[in-house]
């Protein structure tokens, strides 16, 4: 079955500092795959997509995420992070077979020190 | 582009009763719909995918004579909560794929209703 495991819970890093997200997937064939941000109380947000190509995929707000299927992997970076990226990560995967449906990880907590 | 509005933002009702959520597609129609329900510091959980002019399709374990859909225009998707319980409380989020959407396109997200049922 498909699934999309995001292995942190939370995650504190102090501003300025480099960001790294994780998340696997599990899929049949290539999947599309999604990061979102999620703002407390608000809705998602997508900060960026992989469907096929360049395996580095360039994002919003300074965001970038590295596909590697050896790895089944999707993580999300960002070189430098600002006290506003604090928010809810959801990485997400497309299934082909279902009408666009998608699937959702865990979530990843940011917290950002001052 | 691709503006999804929901509404209300949040509502609070006694028990018993029954709340209508509204979606909204503003610059673009949308032939699917999707509603999620998301519990506190958890992931979203696809609850139902709408099709305008069709019945839409619950996933399992998800009441549909609890959570009633409509999609009867491409700009517009509904939720009811019938009969709503404290258990009902949420916090439901929406999102919608325009008309023609290749596989693969990402959904556009409304910003989400709380619902806290007293």
């Known amino acids: 079955a498909q699934s999309v495991t995001q292995p942190d819970i939370h995650i504190t890093v102090s501003e300025g500092a480099s960001l790294e997200l994780r998340c696997n997937y599990s899929?049949?064939?290539?999947?599309?795959l999604f990061w979102y941000v999620q703002s407390p109380g608000q809705g998602l947000q997508l900060l960026l997509k992989y469907f096929s190509g360049d395996t580095l995929v360039q994002g919003i707000k300074g965001f970038e995420a590295e596909f590697k299927r050896s790895q089944s992997s999707f993580n999300l970076r960002k070189p430098s992070v600002h006290w506003s990226d604090a928010a809810e990560y959801f990485c997400?995967?497309?299934?082909?077979?279902?009408?666009?449906?998608?699937?959702f990880g865990s979530g990843t907590r940011l917290s950002i020190r001052p | 582009g691709a503006v999804v509005s929901q509404h209300p933002s949040r509502v609070i009702c006694k028990s018993g009763t029954s709340v209508k959520i509204e979606c909204r597609s503003l610059?673009?129609?949308?032939?699917?719909m999707f509603w999620y329900r998301q519990f506190p510091k958890q992931s979203l959980m696809l609850m139902a995918t709408s099709n305008e002019g069709s019945k839409a399709t619950y996933e399992q374990g998800v009441e549909k004579d609890k959570f009633l859909i409509n999609h009867a225009s491409l700009t517009l998707s509904t939720l009811t909560v019938t009969s709503a319980h404290p258990e009902d409380s949420s916090f439901y989020i929406c999102?919608?794929?325009?008309?023609?959407?290749?596989?693969?396109?990402?959904?556009?997200f409304g910003d989400g209703t709380r619902l806290s049922i007293l």
């Open positions: 610059d673009f129609q949308a032939t699917t």
């Open positions: 899929y049949g064939a290539t999947p599309y």
């Open positions: 997400a995967v497309g299934l082909y077979s279902s009408a666009s449906k998608i699937i």
């Open positions: 999102s919608a794929l325009g008309q023609g959407s290749p596989l693969g396109q990402p959904q556009h």
